[in-house]
């Protein structure tokens, strides 16, 4: 099937930085890509849908200036947080789909961030 | 997208069939079924998915309703590395629209 890769898997930082994290379609171009978070024992959140070559849809009650996204190209989107504090610390997930796969959604192995 | 109800957990013995329900009574006629579980502390993957036909494929069978009221996805010969939280999902089958994730089933696999 499609891959979804994700990095980094695990990051640490310091509260007040700013991290980014990478998602990419390895074998295919992904014109769709979403963003979610998910918290322990809790079902994944979808936090915004990034489309290449223009503005991500955010999903009510997520800040667009606090979790930045950018879809520059057919296999890359990235998600930055931006001033992260404490409880941003979560587990970040993309997926993307494309047309050929039946518009079957894959996803990232994730990524956890943890701020300190 | 339409809900779906599933229970929150299941048991299942090792090498038995786990046959996991979903209901998704308001499913409209364009929405398909899908399937994706989650292991701990990774991403969802995916499992099957079908419109109005049963489907298998290598991991699993999906027997859905005449009706499409109701779904029923079956994993022949249930694994510990099957204990997972199961997600039933019904979305119209376009790139552009997302997934939207219900509770699941945790699915518990015991030897």
């Known amino acids: 099937g499609a891959v979804v890769s994700q990095h980094p898997s695990r990051v640490i930082c310091k509260s007040g930085t700013s991290v980014k994290i990478e998602c990419r379609s390895l074998?295919?171009?992904?014109?769709?890509m979403f963003w979610y978070r998910q918290f322990p024992k809790k079902s994944l959140m979808l936090m915004a849908t990034?489309?290449?070559?223009?503005?991500?849809?955010?999903e009510q009650g997520v800040e667009k200036d606090k979790f930045l996204i950018n879809h520059a190209s057919l296999t890359l989107s990235t998600l930055t947080v931006t001033s992260a504090h404490p409880e941003d610390s979560s587990f970040y997930i993309c997926s993307a789909s494309y047309s050929n796969s039946g518009n079957t959604i894959y996803f990232g192995e994730g990524s956890w961030l943890t701020v300190v | 997208d339409a809900k779906t109800t599933q229970p929150p957990s299941m048991d299942c013995a090792e090498g038995r069939a786990a046959n996991l329900p979903c209901n998704h009574s308001t499913i409209s006629g364009n929405e398909y079924v899908y399937w994706y579980r989650q292991i701990h502390s990774q991403g969802p993957q995916y499992i099957i998915h079908?419109?109005?036909n049963n489907e298998t494929n290598e991991m699993a069978s999906l027997i859905i309703t005449e009706d499409r009221k109701s779904s029923t996805l079956i994993l022949p010969h249930a694994t510990l590395r099957d204990t997972a939280v199961y997600y039933c999902i019904v979305r119209v089958g376009n790139a552009g629209n997302m997934l939207t994730f219900g509770g699941g089933t945790r699915l518990m696999v015991k030897p």
């Open positions: 079908g419109l109005k």
């Open positions: 074998d295919f171009q992904a014109t769709t």
């Open positions: 990034s489309n290449e070559g223009s503005k991500a849809t955010y």
